[in-house]
T-cell receptor, first 116, second 112 residues
């Protein structure tokens, strides 16, 4: 079990640039989640996938944000035309879906984005 | 918006003391989970309590759930300096099995 892997761990970019984060979940997990966390706050839900299907997307996610999970394996989160307000830690988590909804999330170490 | 609200926002205690953190939520839930986060790191699952359970133990952790008050508490007994971290409650919706909603967290500092 290699855990959830996120890359890059840190990204500094200028306002207006595009950035992409990658998440490699635990291999047998069929669910993958993206959360955003700012300093001193709890994680805010962005979107989640079951296998390759994107099942829910937060209203917080503007049109500048897009996520994919081709073939139900790794996932990418792209932010276009970054703004300073996008500066945050982007957390990926995976889980195995259970019919009784008790699946726990396994988080990666996060990708920290700083927009100058 | 955040479903859970933790109380207190910050807690500072001495090693060996017990630490209690509270979480309130607004909607009906299937289960409530507690996670821990060390500074700058990802979150780690600690314990899950189902909506039909009232209390659960795991090592030095004790979780209670009161669905009538929509609240939960996490007790860490005999705290250690290594318990210093942020603690978050997260709720799973009653029927949909979709994503967890996290609270704002409690920052716990255990002084040696």
């Amino acid at each position: 079990d290699t855990g959830v892997s996120q890359n890059p761990r840190h990204k500094i970019t200028k306002r207006g640039q595009n950035v992409t984060f990658r998440c490699d979940p635990i291999s047998e997990h069929n669910r993958l989640y993206w959360y955003r966390q700012t300093l001193g706050q709890g994680p805010e839900f962005l979107t989640y996938f079951q296998n390759e299907a994107q099942l829910e997307k937060s209203r917080l996610l503007s049109d500048r944000f897009s996520a994919e999970r081709p073939k139900g394996s790794f996932s990418t989160l792209e932010i276009q035309r970054t703004e300073q307000g996008d500066s945050a830690m982007y957390l990926c988590a995976s889980s195995r879906f259970r019919l009784d909804f008790t699946g726990e999330l396994f988080f990666g170490e996060g990708s920290r984005l700083t927009v100058l | 918006s955040q479903q859970g609200e933790e109380d207190p926002q910050a807690l500072s205690i001495q090693e060996g003391e017990n630490a209690t953190m509270n979480c309130s939520y607004k909607t009906s839930i299937n289960n409530l989970q507690w996670y821990r986060q060390n500074s700058g790191r990802g979150l780690v699952h600690l314990i899950l309590i189902r909506s039909n359970e009232r209390e659960k133990h795991s090592g030095r952790l004790r979780v209670t759930l009161d669905t009538s008050k929509k609240s939960s508490s996490l007790l860490i007994t005999a705290s250690r300096a290594a318990d210093t971290a942020s603690y978050f409650c997260a709720t799973a919706p009653e029927t949909s099995g979709s994503r967890l909603t996290f609270g704002e967290g409690t920052q716990l500092t255990v002084n040696p």
